[in-house]
Nanobody, 123 residues
């Protein structure tokens, strides 16, 4: 069993930065792939980025070069550094834990989800 708690969301101007954190509980944290998804009002939840247990990472095309995912095994925490934020990055950001194989962009590949944290990019 893994419990996930996100933090770090907020209101930021276009071009600004935020760092989201996802604290995980559970002794098997290191064996999971960790992902970030987001959901804008009226839209489906979409893949943002994923990091596997071996450090391999994937990014959605829309965030490549602007977002960076990282994980600290000692702290059982995953981070999402978001730079050059755009209004279209607005949404609720969710942290998820799932399998290291399979479709990293598919929500069905993830077993555990956090409650989400709101990110609003607006002037």
């Amino acid at each position: 069993q893994v419990q996930l708690v996100e933090s770090g969301g907020g209101l930021v101007q276009p071009g600004g930065s935020l760092r989201l954190s996802c604290a995980a509980s559970g002794r098997t944290f290191s064996s999971y792939a960790m992902g970030w998804f987001r959901q804008a009002p009226g839209k489906e939840r979409e893949f943002v980025t994923n990091i596997r247990w071996d450090g391999l990472v994937y990014y959605a095309d829309s965030v490549k070069g602007r977002f960076t995912i990282s994980r600290d095994f000692a702290k059982n925490t995953v981070y999402l550094q978001m730079n050059s934020l755009k209004p279209e990055d607005t949404g609720v950001y969710y942290c998820a834990a799932g399998r290291n194989s399979g479709s990293y962009y598919d929500t069905n590949n993830y077993n555990y989800w956090g409650q989400g944290t709101q990110v609003t990019v607006s002037s």
